[in-house]
């Protein structure tokens, strides 16, 4: 799995990263989504590493994903940033069009 990180992208998470939090979680939220195959595809910041993670291929960010949540994401992604907001997608198409900063900094991963 890879993900591609826009340079319009890296500039916004260079305003939000945290050194206590060096990772970029991928993550499938289901909070207020029915049950747990109904979700979005978002993006979190980190401060671990878990055993069930893997790790996604990127050449600047260390970013991981849970195994059994990878299925709800593409082998091949782009994080953009447009509008204000973080854009996830992959040449299928669009997976989250709207991931608020605000999400990225203080979204629950647990």
Sequence with gaps: MKLTITETAKEQLQHIEEAERPF???FYDTDDCGCG???LPTVRLESEQRETDEVVD???YQVIIDHQQAIFFRQDMKLDFRK???RLSS???VLNPVISTK???EGATV
């Design 91 to 93: 040449p299928n198409g």
């Design 24 to 26: 970029i979680r991928l």
């Design 103 to 105: 999400d990225i900094k």
């Design 37 to 39: 195959v109904n979700g």
């Design 84 to 86: 204000g907001t973080f």
């Design 58 to 60: 990127n050449d600047e």
